[in-house]
Nanobody
Framework: QVQLVQSGGGLVQAGGSLRLSCAAS????????MGWYRQAPGKERELVAI???????TYADSVKGRFTISRDNAKNTVHLQMNSLKPEDTAVYYC????????????WGKGTQVTVSS
């Protein structure tokens, strides 16, 4: 059984910073892509950033230059450093990873609220 456990998030003023972390645990033989998605009220879930196991990263245009995704392969963790936060970044943020356990599957964290006040 694989779990993605998220930490971080909370309430911050516009212009501030937050850091999200996600740790994968369980029977894990390999992890390919790890990423962060977000879902704002009334909107569909969208990709924020994704990082391959070779550390190549892709970002949504809306967060480029403000957010940085990183991963620690030894600890099966992925982080999202969010700087210069804007009210429109307010959403529930979800961690996602493609993991080889009994087979290759995508796993999701339970989500964490990020609220940016103006």
């Amino acid at each position: 059984q694989v779990q993605l456990v998220q930490s971080g998030g909370g309430l911050v003023q516009a212009g501030g910073s937050l850091r999200l972390s996600c740790a994968a645990s369980g029977t894990i033989f390999a992890i390919l892509d790890m990423g962060w998605y977000r879902q704002a009220p009334g909107k569909e879930r969208e990709l924020v950033a994704i990082i391959g196991n070779g550390a190549s990263a892709t970002y949504a245009d809306s967060v480029k230059g403000r957010f940085t995704i990183s991963r620690d392969n030894a600890k099966n963790t992925v982080h999202l450093q969010m700087n210069s936060l804007k009210p429109e970044d307010t959403a529930v943020y979800y961690c996602n990873a493609r993991i080889l356990s009994s087979n290759w599957s995508y796993y999701w964290g339970k989500g964490t609220q990020v609220t940016v006040s103006s």
